[in-house]
């Protein structure tokens, strides 16, 4: 039987179909994630794109919508976001360059302190809420303050950071250590002198993600008392609300026109979490080295 | 005998003829059973021998005798690596290496190290050849240091213009030049080199035999090499390591022998040494 | 003719100078800034935990966990936390028809299907998907995709455990499918190759090769997946519902463990009160579910590690 033109072609048409049909599939799984995102980001800036105006920014909520503004929760936000950098880089920090640079790792605590670590990034965020309830609000009679808030978001968000800062510590080459150590340097000056320098703009990326993940919390905030009516600014032992927050309650009650104002508020905190982000992959992209 | 050994001899046999006769020699490090073990395998073992000031002492030998291993013995830098357990005594200066309450940093600060693949830190030219200084608290006329340290190394005029620059731009032999004068910024009496241009193409490996030559005159260097020829050039004396296999096939280090290059590269006293030079094997 | 001991060049000194007190301190303050993790898992257990043992010394815990009326400020109270179960487990199936089939199948695309390029350019992008804050997709699954669904024609109120899943479902994708994709691209080439080369197409290169290898990978996402949907509280709050209901109708509303914590944990409950203590109970049993998953999760990924690296 001599082998004729054409008879490479498969001669499986179920087989094409099978093919197309799964590839279809495939593309339609890519398909609904962003059309789904793309949705989403119409729905909001049509809705809220009118309101992002002055009053949003420099008036207090109100019961009236007309003239109910969200200037308490976005000074909080931003307030929040200096809080959650202060605590979570040096602890965040301290804590990889213990687990890199100092910790056996053949000794039991060690380990278990990376196994915490890892068991901690996934535990949902509001039972940090219910942490920072017991403990802080009701416990220390801290009571319900932007300073509870910030210390509670810190805990969260400090395993990601953590994991960022060891990555950018363990990628700078051992050459530089064993260099320095060879000139004479203790441990301290070759970690603070040489280490912490190379990685940091790793960790200022890992950081600055991080910390935009948390300000993007609202679960563990309603529980360590970010009221929903506040109208008044916040300062770090007062009452206080966040911009998540305040978007929850303006969803919450039933008015079309808090819908819109609740929209507006999305498109402000997407706002602030997309230049945050921005930045992170800006440093990265500029600063960091390739070894 | 081959040619190139031929020639070689030649020029050794001039050299020997500098070398000061054994009364005369100031014994920097006394070496008794040494042995370094990883994690219970034995890397090295048995080691004795000692090293002179002003000489330029060449480790040679295959790769896995432990010669690596060995010089870094000589300033603790197998502290470093967990697992690492050295045994016997190095004496400097009648003051045993691996004593109690030895601290490290003070042993570094005499016995400096250059490493095989240049490893400048991500700083300036400047920075860099400050850094020991920096660290150690030698900070009185730094700039004089940075000068000095970098004219020895036979860098400053290429660099004088520029000190302010990443020391990352510097060309492979540029760096490694830096990567000494780093060193010798913190005035150390013992300049340990691991292989220091065999990351180098030949121009620049010629440069730094030549420094080895001018350097010696201060201090006293320790080479490991793998390049015979390297070592017939550049040391007064040469260990010629090897590896035995124990009954259950582990691989250790020995020192095989010990003794001025001249003699090791003509007149060899065993037969390993004799078949390693003459390149039968290895 | 034995050789001289070289005198030294200064006075030799090789103990340190000084103690050096510093790098002490040093380790001493790293090591604090590592426990404030271990104090925190220390303090989530405890928070948790010691007010659910009070709690079930008042009521049982066979009550609490077989009873189907949840309904603690009643008189009688009901503690059975089944509907609140039912509640999260609902939103969470609804979660996972989404996020489990699509997320795979956006992996195997990336995996298999695309080019370097391509990967390079949708990867990022579906990331962004997962960057977005709970609270929008709570005000999307309420503003947009209930009303959607009513347009077609189903059922659905203002608030059902079907939209919240939807939406919470694709929010989850990229998880599935960034960790499956890691996965995958950890089988070896020349396991593709030697089927390529046998003339197999690529939806069987796909199906029959690669997943399996990928499997334990694949699984932990889903697992992983899961386990953020139950701990999910922004979605199923603004979107499916506030009154506990024993269901496993997907179009009703329900309320969830984690709703019904926020929704308790807000107000100004008096401390020590069997309310306030609700909080708790349903949160420990909450945690030890999560907690479970994740282990698995890990197990199952660091298994995949093992065996391609």
């Given at each position: 039987m001599s082998a004729s033109a054409g008879s490479l072609r498969s001669d499986r048409p179920r087989g094409r179909w099978v093919g197309r049909l799964f590839y279809g599939f495939l593309l339609f799984s890519l398909v609904l994630g962003f059309a789904t995102l793309g949705a989403l980001l119409v729905q909001v800036f049509l809705e809220g794109y009118k309101w992002v105006d002055l009053v949003l920014f420099l008036e207090p909520p109100s019961a009236d919508p007309l003239i109910a503004g969200a200037e308490p929760a976005i000074l909080a936000t931003i307030f929040l976001g200096v809080l959650l950098i202060l605590f979570t880089v040096p602890l965040g920090v301290g804590t990889a360059i213990y687990l890199e640079e100092y910790a056996d790792r053949e000794r039991w605590y060690n380990r278990l302190l990376e196994v915490n670590i890892q068991n901690l990034a996934a535990v949902p965020s509001i039972v940090y809420g219910i942490l920072g309830l017991a403990f802080l609000v009701r416990g220390i009679g801290l009571g319900r303050v932007l300073l509870a808030g910030a210390m509670i978001l810190t805990l969260l968000v400090l395993p990601t950071v953590i994991i960022a800062a060891r990555e950018a510590i363990r990628a700078v080459p051992d050459s530089i250590r064993q260099g320095a150590y060879a000139l004479g340097a203790t441990k301290w000056q070759v970690v603070w002198r040489q280490v912490l320098p190379a990685a940091t703009p790793g960790i200022a990326t890992g950081s600055i993600l991080a910390t935009s993940r948390g300000l993007g919390e609202t679960a563990p905030l309603l529980l360590v008392g970010a009221l929903t009516y506040v109208s008044f600014n916040p300062t770090l032992l007062g009452e206080f609300t966040a911009l998540p927050v305040q978007i929850y309650q303006w969803v919450s009650r039933p008015q079309e026109e808090f819908r819109t104002l609740a929209a507006a508020a999305i498109i402000v905190l997407l706002g602030i979490l997309l230049t945050l982000n921005a930045t992170a992959i800006w440093i990265r992209n500029r600063y960091e080295r390739r070894w | 005998m081959s040619a190139t050994m031929a020639a070689v001899s030649v020029d050794l046999t001039a050299r020997a003829r500098e070398l000061p006769a054994k009364e005369f020699r100031e014994v920097v490090f006394h070496v008794e059973d040494l042995g370094v073990s990883y994690n219970g395998n034995a890397?090295?073992?048995d080691v004795s021998l000692e090293i002179y000031r002003n000489f330029v002492t060449a480790f040679i030998g295959p790769s896995g005798c432990g010669k690596s291993t060995f010089i870094r013995c000589f300033n603790h830098l197998n502290g470093l690596i967990p697992g690492a357990v050295v045994e016997g005594k190095i004496l400097y200066h009648g003051e045993?290496?691996?004593?109690?309450?030895?601290d490290p940093v003070e042993v570094r600060k005499r016995i400096g190290m250059v490493f095989q693949k240049p490893n400048p830190f991500p700083k300036s030219i400047y920075d860099n050849v400050a850094f020991g200084p920096r660290v150690l608290g030698m900070t009185d006329r730094l700039d004089d240091r940075v000068e000095r340290a970098l004219e020895q190394a036979a860098l400053w005029d290429e660099v004088k213009d520029r000190l302010?620059?990443?020391?990352?731009?510097?060309s492979g032999g540029q760096q490694q030049r830096l990567c000494i004068a780093r060193c010798l910024a913190v005035e150390p009496e013992v300049i340990l080199m691991d292989e220091p241009a065999s990351a180098l193409d030949p121009i620049a490996t010629t440069r730094i035999e030549d420094l080895m030559h001018e350097l010696k005159r201060d201090y006293t260097i320790i080479v490991v090499t793998h390049n015979m020829q390297q070592a017939a050039r550049v040391a007064d004396m040469t260990a010629f390591f090897s590896i035995t296999r124990g009954e259950e096939g582990q691989r250790t280090g020995i020192l095989v022998e010990y003794d001025a290059t001249s003699k090791i590269f003509t007149q060899p006293s065993d037969k390993r040494t004799e078949d390693y030079v003459t390149g039968r094997f290895g | 003719m034995a050789t001289r001991e070289a005198a030294a060049p200064q006075p030799l000194r090789l103990r340190a100078s000084r103690r050096r007190w510093g790098e002490d301190v040093v380790k001493v303050v790293l090591a604090l800034c590592a426990f404030v993790s271990v104090a925190t898992t220390v303090g989530i257990v405890v928070a948790l935990f010691v007010p659910a043992i009070e709690f079930f010394r008042e009521v049982s815990i066979v009550d609490f966990l077989t009873g189907t009326e949840w309904a603690p400020l009643f008189e009688p109270p009901s503690f059975g936390v089944l509907p609140l179960v039912a509640g999260t487990l609902l939103v969470t199936v609804c979660a996972s028809f989404v996020c489990i089939p699509f997320g795979l199948g956006g992996a195997i695309y990336l995996s298999e299907y695309a080019n370097r390029r391509t990967r390079r350019i949708l990867k990022p992008m579906l990331e962004i998907l997962a960057g977005i804050p709970t609270v929008v997709y709570g005000y999307f699954a309420l503003t947009f995709v209930t009303p959607r669904l009513q347009d077609i024609g189903l059922p659905v109120g203002v608030f059902s455990a079907l939209s919240a899943g939807l939406v919470m479902g694709v929010m989850l994708l990229p998880t599935v499918a960034s960790i499956s994709e890691d996965s995958m691209a950890a089988v070896p080439q020349d396991l593709r190759d030697g089927a390529y080369a046998l003339g197999s197409t690529r939806v069987q290169v796909s199906t029959l090769i690669v997943i399996p290898a990928a499997i334990s990978g694949i699984i932990a996402s889903f697992v992983l997946a899961i386990s953020r949907a139950v701990g999910e509280t922004m979605i199923v709050l603004i979107a499916a519902g506030g009154q506990p209901n024993w269901t496993w109708n997907p179009l009703e509303a329900v309320q969830t463990m984690t709703a019904f914590i926020a929704a308790t944990g807000q107000g100004d409950v008096p401390t020590g009160s069997i309310e306030y203590k609700t909080i708790f109970a349903v949160g420990a049993t909450l945690f030890v579910m999560t907690f479970v998953m994740n282990l698995i999760s890990i197990r199952l990924v660091r298994r995949f590690r093992e065996v391609y690296e």
């Open positions: - | 890397a090295l073992q045993d290496l691996y004593g109690p309450h030895v302010k620059a990443s020391a990352l731009s510097l | -």
